[in-house]
Every structure is written in structure tokens, then in C-alpha cells.
């Protein structure tokens, strides 16, 4: 058995393992690259911590087995930590781990912030504000078309879209069918009643490339691999459904590959992937400063009708589902592989630092001599 890595699970994937039923989660593709790559993934969940070892499970041919034993000194966050207790154990948890992606869920608004502090990443953002009624009717002053947005939301939900038509009314996309055609006091009003207290943004709304008549954005995975380096595993293209203004695979749409996407966009296909694969790096590498323990992202990538590159929004706890789907069986394994490598390259990092120490009991005879 080789050097043992944590994978850290939410609870639902976790009680799954052994019955298969994991959801998203592609378990057999940690065991793949452990042996591969001479480590063994120890599954765990988050629970209370009392001692220095914890409960998890092992692959032992031919099944799971459920054992106690030492922390992992190095862990792979696959789990959302939200709730306070659960934000305790997990901070108790990295006293003893390197936990990397150890927060993976971030408010988009504090990522644009960020981002805008620097002024050579300000290029890859659409304007964005925080929302209240009065933002609101400044910005459909100045933009024809725009997102209100949940700032802590996944998966496309409580999108809302309005576009100014010719007649001075605005049309309002709710869901998929849910339009409205109002007055930009109606459609102020419906959208403040529709917010609520909920934390939401206003951004505008990029005028995307499109594929037969529907917009598409990118999914890009980003990592950090065994050399410690970032790199960029993949890239995915995801198409609205007809009629909608999200992309997201869970909210019906559809994926393509990025090629098929940029050909009929009129773009060149290596060139922008070039383009994407250099701005996605730019942007991980310059968050990563900020954000401590940053190693494995999806970045939802979109570009405009002029190939300019946009950031739409940062996650921390990719499904990668949208590689399957479009059928890129060795990329879809490699976002598996490449935190692993990523992981082992820490436990080499840590036994290297640790062999350089000083043997303090040598070190007290010849100050006694």
C-alpha cells in the first residue's frame, strides 16, 4: 500500500462508495491514479475530530473496508463546507492536513472584487455591482441587456435576464419560460420582489459567441499538477437549450466540443483555444495569491461575438460531468489524476522539508561537548 492521500467527500457521496451509487463522483477514477501513481485515496467524511486519527474508507481487493487510522497528512477537498459546525471540523481537520481547495465556495461578488484590484485582470470582467433597486436603474440607464444574479448559487439557478427591446420596454427571462415584457418600473419592481434579502449582483450581459443560434461559454479546468504547477486540463464547450439565457448542463444545456464551437463562430480554433488556455491561466495563477490553498478549478469561460475572453464565474468543487458527456473519456479521467499528482507532490514536499531538518538530539550533545 502506498503513501496514503485524504479525499474528503460530502456525506451523501460518502455513504455511497460502496454501494456504488455516488452520484457525479467518480470513485473508481481516484483508485485508477493511486495505483498509477503509487498512492493510496483514503475517503473520508467530514466528522468530529477528538483524537489524531479518523475513520474512513480504504479499497482493499476486492471491496471497500472501513478503517481508523492517522490523519492523512494531505488532503483533496471534494466536500462543501457550509454550515458552522461543518466549518469547525473542517478546521480542525487542517491542524493536522494540508487540506488544498480547503474553502471551495466563494461568493462571485468578492471574486470580481478581487479580480478588479488588479488592473491587468479588469479586462477578463464584465462590469458588475452590487445589487439594490437604485444600481438597478442606473444600469438599465446604461446597458441595453443584463444579468441579475445570486452571488452564492451554482448551477445557473435564479438567473434573471433583461434585454431593452426597440418599444423602450424590457424583456425579463426568468427560467426558461418565464418571459415577461414590462415597463422598466414593472420590471424593477418584479426583480427587487424576486431578490428579496438574498445577496445578488448585476452584470452585464456579454453579447456571447453562438452555435446555431444559441450563446455557449466555456468550461475550463484548471489544476495544479505533480509538479506543483498550474495547468489546464481541459476545455469543454456548453451550448444554451433554445430559448434559454444559461448554459449550464443541469438546467438543459448542451455540450460540444470547443472546436466544433469556434469554427462555427468564425474563430480559429487552435488560436483561441491558445487564447483561453493563457487568459485562464493568468487568472487562476493571479487568484491563487489571494485565495491560500487554490489548486483544482472550473472556470466558466465566455466569449464575446469579437473573441474577447470573460470571466462569467469561478468554481472551487468541479463535476466535470460536462467531460463525459461530451464524450472526452481521457480528459474526464485526467481532472481525476491531476490533484492526485498534485497531492503527491505535497507528501514528497513535506518528507523532503522534513528530512532537512536538524536531528535536534545531535544537535543537544554538541552543545552539551
Not at 185 to 200: E, T
Amino acid at each position: 500500500m502506498g503513501a496514503i492521500v485524504g479525499v474528503l467527500l460530502d456525506p451523501k457521496t460518502y455513504a455511497g462508495i460502496r454501494s456504488g451509487k455516488t452520484g457525479s463522483e467518480r470513485i473508481a477514477f481516484y483508485q485508477k491514479a493511486g495505483q498509477e501513481l503509487g498512492i493510496t485515496p483514503f475517503f473520508m467524511s467530514l466528522r468530529p475530530i477528538r483524537s489524531n486519527a479518523v475513520v474512513g474508507l480504504i479499497y482493499r481487493h476486492p471491496k471497500f473496508h472501513l478503517v481508523r487510522r492517522p490523519i492523512p497528512s494531505v488532503t483533496h477537498n471534494r466536500a462543501m463546507a457550509l454550515s458552522k459546525s461543518s466549518k469547525q471540523m473542517m478546521a480542525r481537520l487542517a491542524t493536522r492536513s494540508t487540506i488544498f481547495n480547503r474553502v471551495n465556495r466563494f461568493d462571485k461578488f468578492y471574486i470580481y472584487q478581487l479580480m478588479y484590484k488588479d488592473k491587468r485582470m479588469r479586462r477578463y470582467l464584465p462590469w458588475s455591482v452590487k445589487f439594490s433597486r437604485e444600481q438597478l436603474r442606473k444600469a438599465m440607464i446604461n446597458h441595453r441587456a443584463l444579468y441579475i444574479k445570486p452571488t452564492s448559487s451554482s448551477i445557473g439557478e435564479g438567473i434573471i435576464k433583461i434585454q431593452k427591446n426597440t418599444n423602450g420596454l424590457w424583456n425579463l427571462t426568468w427560467k426558461k419560460k418565464d418571459t415577461y415584457l414590462l415597463s422598466e418600473d414593472r420590471a424593477i419592481a418584479w426583480i427587487k420582489k424576486k431578490v428579496g434579502k438574498q445577496r445578488y449582483m448585476i452584470q452585464e450581459a456579454i453579447q456571447l459567441a453562438k452555435h446555431d443560434g444559441n450563446v455557449y461559454d466555456l468550461r475550463v479546468s484548471v489544476q495544479r499538477g505533480g509538479t506543483g504547477k498550474w495547468q489546464v486540463t481541459g476545455i469543454v464547450g456548453k451550448v444554451a437549450a433554445k430559448g434559454s439565457h444559461v448554459t449550464n448542463v443541469a438546467k438543459g444545456g448542451k455540450v460540444k466540443r470547443m472546436q466544433v464551437l469556434f469554427r462555427g463562430s468564425g474563430f480559429h480554433p487552435d488560436q483561441m483555444k491558445r487564447t483561453v488556455e493563457k487568459s485562464s491561466l493568468q487568472m487562476v495563477k493571479y487568484l491563487s495569491t489571494k485565495l491560500p490553498l487554490l489548486a483544482d478549478v472550473g472556470l466558466d469561460i465566455g466569449i464575446d461575438e469579437t473573441g474577447q475572453v470573460k470571466l462569467i464565474e469561478m468554481n472551487c468543487r468541479d463535476q466535470r460531468y460536462s467531460f463525459r458527456k461530451a464524450n472526452m473519456k481521457k480528459t474526464f479521467y485526467k481532472t481525476y489524476e491531476t490533484p492526485l499528482r498534485y497531492a503527491k507532490f505535497l507528501l514528497l514536499k513535506k518528507k523532503s522539508s522534513k528530512s532537512k531538518l536538524p536531528n535536534l538530539e545531535q544537535s543537544k550533545k554538541k552543545v552539551l561537548q
